[in-house]
C-alpha cells in the first residue's frame, strides 16, 4: 500500500493498493492530503495488508468502524481513497470498466455542468488558515494552463462566459457570487446593496442566453438561515437549477426550513460522508437533488448506497467534482451507470488544465456531455514520471513494514 502526495499538488493524495499478482489500483482525495496520507499508513494499512482485495463491501464496513462520524474529514477521505482503489484493482482483474462492474450503462454520457472556476483554483494550500477556499488560488501558472479564467470571467462578464460555454454545447454553470459578501460578515447579513451585486451575474446571463444557460448558485455553506433565505427569494425570478449549500450541513432542521420556503431545488452535499446521513436528510426534506463526492463521502461503496437511498425516494443525484482527475474519472462512469443520475460536475480549466499532467487518460467532454473512460477499472493511471519527481513524497506499507522516501 503507497501513498504519493507531491509538494506542487498539496491537496492530492493518491493511494496505490499493490496485490501479489501483480496488479495496482488507484485511488485520489483531496484536502487534507498529509493527514489522509498518515491514516492510510497507521489505520488502513494495519486492517487491509495480507487480505482479499476483492471482499469490497466487507473492507468498507471495516474501515468505517474507524471512522465514525457522518463528516468528510481525514478518515472518512482515506477511506474513500482506499475503497476507490480497490474497485480499481477488481475492474483491472476482471478486465472490466468500472461501469460495467456498477451493472452497466444507463446512458452512452451524461450532460456535464461547467462549474466557473480557473486554472489555479483550489490548486495550492492557502496564504493563512482564513482566506475562503472559495478566494484559494495559486500564483504558479501550469504548462497546460491556458486562456481565459472561468472565474475571473464568471465575474467580469457572466453572459460572454455562458455564451461561450454555450458555443461548446455546455448548457448549465455553476458561480459564486455571494461568497464574497459572507467573508465580509460571516455570513449573518447582506445589505439590499450586496444583494444586488450578487444577483447581477444572474441577470447578466438570463439576458445574454435567456433560458438556453441553467444557472447553479453555489453558497458554500456559509450563511445563516434568514440571509440565506433572502439571497434565495432574490434569486426567484432567475430560476436557478439548484441552490448548492445555502447552510452547514449540522442541522437538518434548519435546512429543512430553507427547501419548504424556497422554490428552487436545495442541493446538498460534498461535505456530507456517509448513507446514513443522507439517508437523515432525505427523511427531513432536507435535500431534493443529493449531491456527493466519492472521494469524500467513503468511496464508490458508499456513492452507491447514497444513489440508491435518493431513488427510492425519487431523488436525482449529482456528483460532485471540483478536486482530482481521478475522482473525475470515477463520476463519469457513476453518473452514466446510476439511474438517477442526470448530470456530472466538471471544470474545463481543471480538464483541460492541470488533471492532463498528473494522469494517462481522461473523460472526453464533446459537445457538453462526457462519457467514461473504458479501459479496465476506472480506466486511467498516474502519469509514471510523478513517482520519480523531486516534490514526490512516497511512504509504503507492507506485510514487512514501512518505507518513506
Not at 491556458?146 to 455562458?162: I, K, M, N, Q, V
Amino acid at each position: 500500500m503507497t501513498t504519493l502526495r507531491l509538494r506542487d499538488y498539496p491537496n492530492l493524495c493518491y493511494v496505490a493498493l499493490a496485490t501479489d499478482d501483480g496488479l495496482t489500483g488507484l485511488g485520489e482525495t483531496f484536502f487534507g492530503a498529509r493527514a489522509v496520507a498518515a491514516w492510510v499508513h497507521e489505520t488502513a494499512a494495519s486492517y487491509l495488508l495480507g487480505k482479499d482485495p476483492r471482499a469490497i463491501e466487507r473492507h468498507s464496513r471495516a474501515l468505517e468502524g474507524f471512522v465514525g462520524s457522518a463528516g468528510t474529514g481525514t478518515e472518512n477521505r482515506g477511506r474513500s481513497a482506499v475503497d476507490i482503489a480497490l474497485w480499481d484493482l477488481l475492474g483491472r482483474h476482471t478486465g472490466l470498466p468500472l461501469y460495467q462492474l456498477l451493472g452497466g450503462l444507463a446512458r452512452e454520457s451524461v450532460p456535464v455542468y461547467n462549474t466557473c472556476a480557473g486554472p489555479t483554483y483550489v490548486r495550492e494550500l492557502p496564504d493563512s488558515p482564513d482566506l475562503p477556499v472559495s478566494n484559494w488560488s495559486s500564483r504558479r501558472q501550469s504548462p497546460t494552463d491556458a486562456g481565459r479564467s472561468d472565474l475571473e470571467w464568471s465575474r467580469s462578464d457572466p453572459g460572454s462566459l455562458a455564451k461561450d460555454l454555450l458555443a461548446e454545447g455546455i448548457t448549465a454553470m455553476k458561480i459564486w457570487p455571494f461568497d464574497e459578501f459572507a467573508e465580509r460578515t460571516g455570513g449573518q447579513h447582506i445589505s439590499v446593496a450586496d444583494l444586488e451585486r450578487g444577483v447581477e451575474p444572474f441577470r447578466q446571463i438570463r439576458e445574454t442566453t435567456a433560458n438556453e444557460v441553467e444557472i447553479i448558485a453555489e453558497l458554500h455553506s456559509k450563511w445563516n438561515l434568514p440571509t440565506a433565505l433572502r439571497i434565495a427569494r432574490a434569486l426567484e425570478p432567475y430560476q436557478p437549477m439548484w441552490i448548492e449549500d445555502p447552510l452547514r450541513m449540522d442541522s437538518l432542521e434548519a435546512l429543512a426550513r430553507f427547501c419548504a420556503e424556497v422554490t428552487s431545488p436545495t442541493a446538498a452535499s460534498e461535505t456530507v460522508g456517509s448513507a446514513r446521513m443522507f439517508k437523515s436528510m432525505i427523511e427531513h426534506a432536507a435535500v431534493q437533488v443529493v449531491l456527493f463526492d466519492p472521494a469524500w463521502a467513503g468511496g464508490i461503496s458508499e456513492a452507491l448506497k447514497i444513489a440508491a437511498l435518493a431513488d427510492a425516494q425519487y431523488l436525482p443525484v449529482a456528483v460532485h467534482d471540483c478536486t482530482g482527475p481521478v475522482n473525475f474519472a470515477v463520476g463519469v462512469h457513476l453518473s452514466c451507470s446510476l439511474g438517477n443520475a442526470f448530470v456530472q460536475e466538471g471544470v474545463r480549466a481543471f480538464y483541460r488544465g492541470w488533471y492532463r499532467e498528473l494522469v494517462t487518460a481522461l473523460p472526453r467532454v464533446e459537445a457538453g456531455n462526457v462519457a467514461p473512460l473504458r479501459s479496465p477499472g476506472i480506466g486511467c493511471d498516474l502519469v509514471e514520471e510523478l513517482w520519480h519527481r523531486e516534490d514526490a513524497i512516497v511512504e509504503t506499507s507492507s506485510l514487512e513494514g514501512s518505507a518513506p522516501r
